[in-house]
C-alpha cells in the first residue's frame, strides 16, 4: 500500500522527488539520476565496466601474479609464452603476466 518513505508514491518517485526531505534521500536521488543516465549511454557504461575491471585486478593482484614482479630469473630470460610463463619473459627472465598485473 505504502510506498518508499511513506511517500505512497514508490521508491522512483521518492528517488527523482524535487523536494528531498533529507539529505540522505537527495544523495540516493542524485546516484540513481546518475546511475540512469550511464544507462542511457552504452559506450559510457562500457568504459565505466572496463575501469572497474582493472581496480578489479589491481586490488586482487598479488594474488592473481604467479610470480613476483620484480623477482629475476636469468636462466628463463626471453621464453616464449608457455604454460609457466602465459605471456613469456623479458631480458631478465621476469614473468611478464606478473609485471603486466
Known sequence: ???AAG???GWHAWLVSDAPRSARQARLGEIYRFGRALARHPLALTGLAIILLLVLV???A???APYAPSTQHLLDRLQ???ARHWLGTDELGR???SRLV
Do not use: E, H, K
Open 1 to 3: 500500500m505504502g510506498g
Open 7 to 9: 511517500t505512497g508514491q
Open 58 to 60: 589491481a586490488a586482487l
Open 62 to 64: 598479488p594474488l592473481l
Open 80 to 82: 616464449a609464452p608457455s
Open 95 to 97: 614473468g611478464l603476466l
